[in-house]
């Protein structure tokens, strides 16, 4: 009995292997795509059943990478290839385009840097610079204002005072010197 199933099973496995060459051979005769997935939906397997039978799995691999033949129908015609040849060179300028520009930008980067770092270039914030030094001279101008104003009240201040003190440490002539009182 179980000779009977091995041999059920050798027929078995021979039927899909027909299967898979006359589906290979089919698709070689018409151009049609020649894959794994492929060829397992034409000849009715699983693609499981490719992959475990090495010498057809090389025939698909061997037919898949061979050029286009006489009678073979061409899967990619010449018009495809010329729009992607041109995809590819409009692609290929819009790249280079965006390499200039992103060099440029670098380039711009690395020369302000280095300025900056050389300590030739004047400092980035030069406006914040100029508004403070413009602040602080109105401020110094204010300062030295309210300076001269209180130097001109303490020399009134000392002034009056000089005036006071001479005053009181004068003897004064009309004023009559009290008599001593004896009695």
Not at 104 to 131: M, N, Y
Request: net charge neutral; aromatic share 2%.
């Amino acid at each position: 009995m179980t000779s009977s199933m091995i041999e059920g099973k050798r027929a078995d496995s021979s039927r899909r292997r027909d299967r898979v060459l006359k589906a290979l051979d089919a698709a070689l005769r018409t151009g049609g795509d020649i894959t794994v997935s492929g060829l397992a939906r034409a000849a009715r397997v699983d693609r499981s059943f490719l992959y475990r039978q090495r010498d057809l799995l090389e025939r698909v691999h061997a037919a898949a990478n061979t050029p286009v033949q006489e009678g073979r129908l061409a899967a990619v015609t010449r018009a495809s290839l010329q729009a992607d040849l041109a995809n590819a060179l409009e692609r290929n300028m819009r790249l280079t385009a965006q390499v200039r520009q992103l060099e440029k930008r670098l380039s711009a980067q690395l020369g302000e840097q280095a300025w900056s770092e050389s300590g030739l270039g004047t400092p980035p914030d030069i406006d914040q610079l100029q508004r403070r030094i413009a602040m602080l001279e109105q401020e110094l101008a204010e300062k030295s204002g309210e300076l001269e104003e209180r130097t001109e009240e303490l020399e009134a201040a000392r002034a009056a005072n000089r005036e006071l003190t001479r005053a009181v440490n004068q003897p004064c002539a009309a004023a009559p010197t009290p008599e001593p009182n004896i009695g």
